[in-house]
């Protein structure tokens, strides 16, 4: 063994291969407003998981020429339902909730692409429920019928349980969404 003394000079170099790994990441989130009565009554925000058939989605659009799907609508689950990436539209491992006015899923209106970023916050989907019940979460998907499983080629793009737990709506209440979808790089 070498002790080094007072005027002893050592030196080292540390040498280790180095790899550029790109990797993208593609979230969302999901903001949103609990309305009874004229009044927000509550307010929160949740992320989701991108579930393995929307991803195959968006890579099937971008590289290999699988139809786009132009218009996206929102859902909403009434059973506890932890979101998982194996998600699908006909097995989405969730029920529907159809228990609001509107005669179709509301629509996503998306404002366009700015800074990686598409959100609808300039036209938020909304539902004015038509029962009291408990939600859970909500999804984003390619067709508008409620309560739908088996349209061809619907797409499930995302899920998002509330990470808060359940809500608790009454009739006539209303929930209104904001959804930004993202892509960085990380």
Known sequence: ???AGINVKINANVERNLSAVEKALI???WHWEHWRRGIKIDEWQD???CVDEGLEHVLGVAFSQVTQITQWFVLLYNTDTTPVAGMTYASPL???STHYSEANRPQWQEGGVSSKVITNSANKASF???TAETIYGAALVSDNTKGDQVASGAVLYNVAAFSGGSKTVASSDILK???QLTISDV
Do not use: P
Request: net charge negative.
């Open 27 to 29: 979230s969302s989130d």
């Open 47 to 49: 992320t989701n998981i």
């Open 1 to 3: 063994m070498y002790k």
């Open 94 to 96: 969730f029920t529907e």
């Open 177 to 179: 969404v904001t959804i």
């Open 128 to 130: 004015t429920m038509s």
